[in-house]
């Protein structure tokens, strides 16, 4: 069972930037996906990006255009992007694999992410 676990997480202003890691204990070329969730306090985790093994990536649209989800086979390491960052950006983030019965139930302990006004 592969493991997850992310970093890169911390307080940051308005508009600024981050980069998430979220490293694993094997490879992760085997599965279909990659995903970073986020939960923020009082709120349900959503998926906010994913890329398949073929490269192809997704965003949940309030992130569009400011995110940008990338992996790297060699490193077996998947990293988040998080451009022009705002306070509804405020949450704990996970990442998670895809295998053919669906996502993982292997949640790491994320990192947090906050962004002041």
């Known amino acids: 069972q592969v493991q997850l676990v992310e970093s890169g997480g911390g307080l940051v202003q308005a508009g600024g930037s981050l980069r998430l890691s979220c490293a694993a204990s094997g490879s992760i070329f085997s599965f279909n996906a990659m995903g970073w969730y986020r939960q923020a306090p009082g709120k349900q985790r959503e998926l906010v990006a994913t890329i398949t093994s073929t490269g192809t990536t997704n965003y949940e649209d309030s992130v569009k255009g400011r995110f940008t989800i990338s992996r790297d086979f060699a490193k077996n390491t998947v990293y988040l992007q998080m451009n022009s960052l705002k306070p509804e950006d405020t949450a704990v983030y996970y990442c998670?694999?895809?295998?053919?019965?669906?996502?993982?139930?292997?949640w790491g302990q994320g990192t947090p992410v906050t962004v002041s006004s």
């Open positions: 998670n694999a895809r295998t053919l019965y669906g996502w993982t139930h292997n």
